[in-house]
């Protein structure tokens, strides 16, 4: 099995930065994509940002466009979230994913963390 563990979240005030982490473990044959989703209250889980396996493709949804950086080390199976200039409407939990393939026999799914908390709050 495959697991996705994030850590990096907590609160912060307006204006500040975080950054979150996520690491894959486990046996795999290989990851695809990876990206970042959160979900606020009472919303439905929206894309923050993907990147592709090179890392030389990535998309951001527009709310957080110019403030978010992602990236990834494949050497560590780890992906990361810098968050700059938080805002309050960025309080969510922020989740990873990426596209795993188990073995040559498989195909790739999709794999979720736990989840981490960021509030953003004065």
């Known amino acids: 099995q495959v697991q996705l563990v994030e850590s990096g979240g907590g609160l912060v005030q307006p204006g500040g930065s975080l950054r979150l982490s996520c690491s894959a473990s486990g046996s795999f044959l290989s990851i695809n994509n990876m990206g970042w989703y959160r979900q606020a209250p009472g919303k439905e889980r929206e894309l923050v940002a993907i990147?592709?396996?090179?890392?030389?493709?990535?998309n951001y949804a527009d709310s957080v466009k110019g403030r978010f950086t992602i990236s990834r080390d494949n050497a560590k199976n780890t992906v990361y979230l810098q968050m700059n200039s938080l805002k309050p409407e960025d309080t969510a939990v922020y989740y990873c994913n990426a596209r795993v393939r188990l073995n040559y026999s498989s195909s790739y799914y999709a794999q979720w963390g736990q989840g981490t908390q960021v509030t953003v709050s004065s």
């Open positions: 990147i592709s396996l090179s890392g030389g493709s990535t």
